[in-house]
C-alpha cells in the first residue's frame, strides 16, 4: 500500500468514521497533552513513521544507535538486575537487611547513606545531630564498611552505592574491605552515583564547588581505568531531576547535558574517551505515562550514542552504549490510600522492562510515609519477579518496536531533548547554565505547573484529587529507626579513634592535602588514609580548606 | 496601608529535597505574601534569626529526613528565648502520623502532609495571622 | 508622644533586635505608630554610610557582599543589610531569596539582614528602604548595604540612594553591557568584574573601563573597575579600599551633604507621590465612574485627555 492510499484511507476513517463519532460521543479531554505539552493524537499509524529510517535510527540491540537494546540478546540472556536501595539505622542493621534481599532474590546491592556521610560529617558532628542512620546507613570509618559487608562476597555480589560528593572515599573503603577479604579489585563490580552536578541542579548533598568536583570525579575516572576496570565510576542521574519536578524531555536533556560536561571534563585534562567511556553509566526515573517513558528510555540510548560518535569522535562500541539503572518515582506515590501504590510502582516497573533497563529499583508502597518495612520492601522486589517470569515482558527484546506511537515518540524526545541541549551549549555547557539558575528555573516551572494542574483536577490523582476516602486506618507498622542510633554510632567512632594510630593518620591526611594542591590523582592518598581508619569527616575536611565550599543557590 | 502576610520557608538539617518548599513559596507569592526563603541546611540558630529579623507572620518548616524529632524542639525552643514564640510554626515533608501528637506539644501549630494543595496552606495561614 | 513609641525608639537605639524588625515592619505596612516613630528618628538621627550594591543574576553579587561583610566585622563593625526583591505586579506578592546566600554572617551578632519587597512602588524605590537605613542608623550600625538582583532602570533607582554605589557583573555579561550604556555609567561609583579566574574577565574589565572614561573634568569622580573572585575571597580587600577613596572623595568635595540633601529629596518626593496616589488616585480608580469613562472613551464618545480633566477636577 503506498503512502498515498494509507493518507486516504486515513482521511476517509477520520471523515467517515472518527469526527462521526466524536460528534455523538466528545472525547474525555478537550486536549491530551503530554506533561511536557506534546499534543498526543487520538491514532498514530505508519504514516507517523514512514520518515523514521530502521536502519539509521532503530537498527538491531546492540548495534549503533543502540535504540534497541545495548546488548544483542538482552533479557533472553540475563534478566536485569533486581536492585532495591537500602540502608537505615547502622551497619549492622543494614548488612541484616541486606542479606534478607539476597535471600529473597535480590542480585545485586545498592546502599543508602545517611545525610552526614553523604555531606562528608562524622556522626558526631554539630550538623548530624538528628540525622544519624535517619535516610541511610551511618557510615563514619572503614569500620563500618567492614560490618556493612559481613559476609557478602564482594567477588560474586555487584554493589551500587548512592554517594556524591565523598564517593571516592567511600569507593576506597569499598576496595580496601574487599581487599581484607581477598578479593582483588580488578574483580569488583559495581557503580557509585558521583554525580555532582545533579546534587547542585536537585538533590543538595555537595560539598566543594564545582571546579574541584568535577576535578574528584576525572580523578576517579582515572584510577578505575587503571585499577578497577569492572567499575562503574559514576551513575549520571535523570532519577532526581525528575523528582524534583521536571518533566520527560527535561529529564533526559538535562541528563544527557550533564553526560556530556563530564566527558568534556575528561577529556580537557587529556583523558581519552574509550578510556573511561564505557564504564559511564545513567540513571532514569519510572513514571507514570507508560509510553512516554519506553520511548524516553530508548530516546536516551539514541542520544547518548549520536553524541558520543558526533561530538566525541569516539571509536568503541562500549564508549556509545548507555547502560541504565531505573527506580521508579517516588513522587508518584502518594501518602492516601497507600496500598495503590503498589499498582502504581508496578507498572513503573513495566515501563522501565519494556525500555531495556539493566537494573531496577522498585519503590515500597509506605514511600511516602516513611522507611520501607521488610513486608513492604519483599513485595517491591517480588513485583519485578512477578514481571520477570510470569508476564512474559522479557521474553522478546525491546517488544515495543514497531509501535507507530513508541516510534514516533522516540524520535521526537530525541529532537526535542535535542533543542534543550543546544539551548544549554549557548549557555557554556551544563556547569555553567546551573549556575545562571536556567536548568533550576526550567525544574521548578514544571513542578509549579504540575501542582496547579493537580490542584485544578487537570491532572487527576487517584486518592488525592479524586476517589479520595476519609482516612480513618492509620498506617501501620511503620519502620522507626532505633533513637540509640546516634549514641551508639558516636561511641563506636571514639572507640574506632582510640585504637588507630594516630600519626599514620596525620601522614595520610597530609598526602591527601597535598595531592589537593597538585594535580595528583587524588584517590590514591584517600585509599592510603581510609586504610588508617580516618574518618570520612576528617578527610572530607582537608579537601573543604583545600578546595572550599559551594554557597547555595539563589533561586 | 500595605499590610502584607510574610512567610519564612527554612529547610532545617541536611535535607537537600527543596522542590516541595520552593512550590509553596512560590504558591504563597502568587496568593499575595511576601515569603522569606532561607535555602537549605539551615541550624535551628540561622532559621530563628532569619525569623526574628525579618518579623514574619508565619514560619514554616519543610523536612523530609527524619530529623524533625530532634531539630523541631530545638527550634521552638530557641523560638521562645528569643521571645518570639509568638509566630505561629507550621510543618511540613515526611513526618509520620505518629509524631504528630508530640510536634502540637510543642506548639507547632499544624503539619501538612505530602499532597496537601496550596490553597489548604494559603487559607490555615490567612485564619491564623 | 505616646510611651509605646518612645520605649521603642530606646530599645532600637539598645540594639533590641526584635524591637528594630518590629519598627521596620511597622514602617512598611505604614501604622500610625510608624508615623510617630519616623518623626522622632528624622528628627534626631543621622544617617550611617550607606554602600548600594547591584549586580544580574549569578553575577556572584551576594557572595560579593558576604565577603565585604566579613571583611568589615573583623574591624568589629556592625553592618545592617537591606536586600530588596520586587513585588510581583499581579499577585502583591513576592520571593524574597537573598539571605540564601548569606548563611555565614546569618548568625553574626553583628549582622542584621533585612529582606524588604518593592511592595509596588512607583518605580522600584520603596519609601520605606530610607526609613529601614535611618532605623539602623539609630541602632548604631556603622555600615548599611543597600542591595537588590539586577541592572534595569529600577534597581537603578534603588542604589543610587547609596553614598558609594558598587555594581557587579561576570565576564560573560554580554548583552548586559547594553545596559550598561545609560543609567549604570553615570550612577555607578565602583564596577567590579566578579570570578576573575574566567576566560575573557580581563577584556569585560577594559570595556566598562572605556565605557566609563567619558567622566571628564579634574574634580570628577574616575570609578574603578575591580577584578574579584568572591568564592576566593580575592580582590575584597580592594573593594574596601575604594569604598574608603570615595568615602573620603566625598568628604573632601564636600558632596556628603549635597547628597544627603538628594536623598532626602527622593524620599519626599517619593511620599509627595504616595500621598497623592492615596488621596485623589486610588479613590478614581475604585469609584465606578472611570470604568464609565473608560467605555466611553472606548466608544469613541469622549477622548481620554477630557477624560482624565474631569475625573481629575475637584467638584
Not at chain 2, 506539644?105 to 485564619?127: H, N, R
Request: glycine letters at 6%.
Amino acid at each position: 500500500m503506498s503512502d498515498k492510499d494509507l493518507e486516504k484511507l486515513e482521511q476517509e476513517w477520520k471523515e467517515n468514521k472518527f469526527d462521526k463519532t466524536v460528534n455523538r460521543f466528545g472525547q474525555r479531554k478537550e486536549e491530551f497533552k503530554s506533561d511536557s505539552g506534546r499534543t498526543i493524537k487520538p491514532l498514530y499509524t505508519p504514516l507517523d513513521t514512514e520518515d523514521i529510517d530502521y536502519e539509521e535510527k532503530v537498527n538491531y540491540p546492540g548495534q549503533y544507535p543502540f535504540t534497541r537494546g545495548v546488548y544483542p540478546t538482552m533479557y533472553r540472556s540475563k534478566l536485569w538486575t533486581m536492585r532495591q536501595y537500602a540502608g537505615f539505622g547502622n551497619a549492622k542493621e543494614t548488612n541484616e537487611r541486606f542479606r534478607y534481599l539476597l535471600e529473597q532474590g535480590q542480585t545485586g546491592l545498592s546502599v543508602a547513606f545517611d545525610l552526614p556521610t553523604q555531606i562528608g560529617y562524622d556522626s558526631n558532628h554539630p550538623l548530624a545531630r538528628g540525622e544519624v542512620g535517619k535516610v541511610g546507613v551511618a557510615i563514619d570509618t572503614l569500620a563500618d564498611m567492614e560490618v556493612l559487608f559481613d559476609q557478602i562476597p564482594l567477588d560474586e555480589v555487584s554493589t551500587s552505592m548512592t554517594i556524591n560528593s565523598p564517593a571516592s572515599i567511600l569507593l576506597a573503603m569499598y576496595k580496601v574491605v574487599a581487599e581484607k577479604q581477598g578479593v582483588s579489585s580488578e574483580k569488583l563490580a559495581g557503580t557509585i552515583q558521583n554525580d555532582i552536578l545533579k546534587e547542585y541542579i536537585a538533590r543538595g548533598t555537595y560539598i566543594y564547588p564545582p571546579e574541584p568536583s568535577l576535578r574528584i570525579i576525572t580523578d576517579i575516572f582515572d584510577y578505575c581505568s587503571k585499577e578497577m576496570p569492572r567499575w562503574n565510576t559514576i551513575s549520571i542521574s535523570g532519577y532526581h531531576i525528575r523528582e524534583a519536578g521536571s518533566n520527560a524531555v527535561q529529564e533526559l536533556a538535562f541528563t544527557i547535558a550533564d553526560g556530556i560536561e563530564y566527558v568534556q571534563a575528561a577529556v580537557d585534562i587529556g583523558m581519552d574517551v574509550d578510556d573511561f567511556a564505557p564504564r559511564l553509566s545513567f540513571f532514569f526515573n519510572a513514571q507514570m505515562d507508560l509510553f512516554e517513558e519506553i520511548a524516553k528510555f530508548r530516546a536516551a540510548r539514541r542520544l547518548w550514542a549520536e553524541i558520543m560518535e558526533e561530538r566525541f569522535n569516539a571509536k568503541k562500541d562500549k564508549s556509545k552504549m548507555l547502560r541504565f539503572h531505573t527506580q521508579t518515582a517516588g513522587s508518584a506515590l502518594t501518602a492516601q490510600q497507600p496500598m495503590n501504590n503498589i499498582m502504581r510502582v508496578t507498572l513503573q516497573a513495566l515501563s522501565a522492562v519494556l525500555g531495556g533497563t539493566q537494573s531496577l529499583h522498585t519503590n515500597s508502597y509506605d514511600e511516602a510515609l516513611g522507611l520501607p518495612t521488610e513486608d513492604s520492601v519483599k513485595i517491591a522486589l517480588r513485583t519485578q519477579q512477578i514481571l520477570a517470569h510470569e508476564t512474559g515482558a522479557a521474553d522478546t527484546i525491546d517488544p515495543m518496536a514497531g509501535s507507530h506511537y513508541v516510534e514516533k515518540m522516540t524520535d521526537e524526545l530525541v529532537e526535542e531533548a535535542r533543542e534543550y541541549i543546544e539551548k544549554i551549549d549557548d549557555l557554556g555547557g551544563m556547569a555553567k547554565a546551573i549556575e545562571s539558575g536556567y536548568v533550576q528555573r526550567e525544574i521548578q516551572e514544571s513542578a509549579y505547573q504540575t501542582q496547579k494542574k493537580i490542584e485544578n483536577k487537570e491532572k487527576v490523582v487517584v486518592g488525592v484529587n479524586e476517589f479520595t476516602e476519609e482516612e480513618s486506618k492509620k498506617a501501620e507498622n511503620l519502620l522507626k529507626v532505633d533513637p540509640e542510633v546516634e549514641k551508639q554510632q558516636i561511641e563506636g567512632l571514639s572507640k574506632v579513634k582510640e585504637k588507630r594510630n594516630d600519626k599514620q593518620v596525620k601522614q595520610t591526611l597530609k598526602s591527601v592535602r597535598e595531592a589537593a594542591q597538585s594535580d595528583k590523582n587524588l584517590m590514591y592518598p584517600i585509599v592510603e588514609a581510609v586504610k588508617a581508619y580516618a574518618t570520612i569527616g576528617e578527610i572530607s575536611d582537608v579537601l573543604r580548606e583545600e578546595f572550599g565550599e559551594y554557597e547555595g543557590q539563589y533561586i | 496601608m500595605d499590610k502584607k502576610i510574610k512567610v519564612l520557608i527554612a529547610k532545617p538539617g541536611l535535607d537537600g529535597h527543596d522542590r516541595g518548599a520552593k512550590v509553596i513559596a512560590r504558591g504563597l507569592k502568587e496568593a499575595g505574601m511576601e515569603v522569606v526563603y532561607t535555602g537549605l541546611r539551615q541550624t535551628p540558630e540561622q532559621i530563628v534569626r532569619s525569623a526574628v529579623q525579618e518579623d514574619v507572620d508565619v514560619i514554616g518548616l519543610s523536612i523530609l529526613s527524619g530529623a524533625h524529632t530532634h531539630l523541631f524542639p530545638e527550634i521552638m525552643k530557641r523560638l521562645k528565648e528569643a521571645g518570639r514564640d509568638d509566630i505561629p510554626v507550621i510543618a511540613g515533608g515526611i513526618i509520620p502520623e505518629d509524631d504528630h501528637q508530640e510536634l502540637r506539644e510543642l506548639g507547632i501549630k499544624a503539619v501538612f502532609e505530602p499532597g496537601t494543595p496550596i490553597s489548604k496552606i494559603v487559607e490555615f495561614i490567612e485564619d491564623e495571622v | 508622644m505616646t510611651k509605646s513609641v518612645d520605649r521603642l525608639y530606646a530599645e532600637i537605639k539598645k540594639g533590641n533586635e526584635n524591637s528594630i524588625a518590629r519598627a521596620i515592619s511597622m514602617v512598611e505596612d505604614g501604622t500610625k505608630n510608624a508615623l510617630e516613630l519616623m518623626k522622632k528618628v528624622y528628627n534626631n538621627v543621622d544617617s550611617a554610610y550607606m554602600v548600594g550594591i547591584s549586580g544580574p543574576p549569578g553575577s556572584g553579587k551576594s557572595t560579593l557582599t558576604q565577603r565585604i561583610v566579613q571583611l568589615w566585622r573583623e574591624k568589629d563593625l556592625k553592618i545592617g543589610i537591606i536586600a530588596i526583591d520586587p513585588t510581583s505586579h499581579f499577585s502583591g506578592g513576592a520571593l524574597l531569596g537573598d539571605r540564601i546566600r548569606m548563611n555565614e554572617i546569618a548568625t553574626d551578632k553583628g549582622v542584621f539582614i533585612r529582606s524588604m519587597a518593592t511592595r509596588g512602588s512607583l518605580g522600584g524605590l520603596n519609601s520605606s528602604i530610607y526609613d529601614t537605613v535611618l532605623i539602623f542608623s539609630l541602632a548604631g550600625f556603622d555600615y548599611i548595604i543597600i542591595e537588590t538582583v539586577g541592572v534595569g532602570q529600577n534597581e537603578i533607582d534603588i542604589v543610587k540612594l547609596a553614598d558609594t554605589t558598587i555594581f557587579v557583573t561576570v565576564p560573560e555579561a554580554g548583552d548586559e553591557i547594553q545596559a550598561y550604556k545609560a543609567g549604570l555609567m553615570e550612577v555607578g561609583d565602583i564596577f567590579v568584574v566578579n570570578k576573575a579566574d574566567r576566560p575573557k574577565s580581563h577584556q569585560m574589565v577594559l570595556t566598562i573601563e572605556q565605557l566609563v572614561s567619558f567622566k571628564e573634568g579634574k574634580d570628577v569622580w574616575q570609578p574603578p573597575v575591580l577584578s574579584t573572585n568572591a568564592l576566593k575571597n580575592e580582590g575584597i580587600a580592594d573593594i574596601n579600599e575604594w569604598i574608603n577613596k570615595h568615602h573620603e572623595y566625598l568628604k573632601e568635595k564636600n558632596l556628603m551633604q549635597a547628597n544627603r540633601k538628594n536623598v532626602i529629596r527622593t524620599q519626599m518626593i517619593n511620599l509627595m507621590e504616595k500621598d497623592l496616589h492615596e488621596k485623589f488616585i486610588k479613590p478614581i480608580l475604585n469609584d465606578e465612574k472611570f470604568e464609565e469613562f473608560i467605555e466611553s472613551v472606548y466608544r469613541k464618545d469622549k477622548d481620554p485627555y477630557t477624560a482624565v480633566k474631569k475625573l481629575l477636577s475637584f467638584d
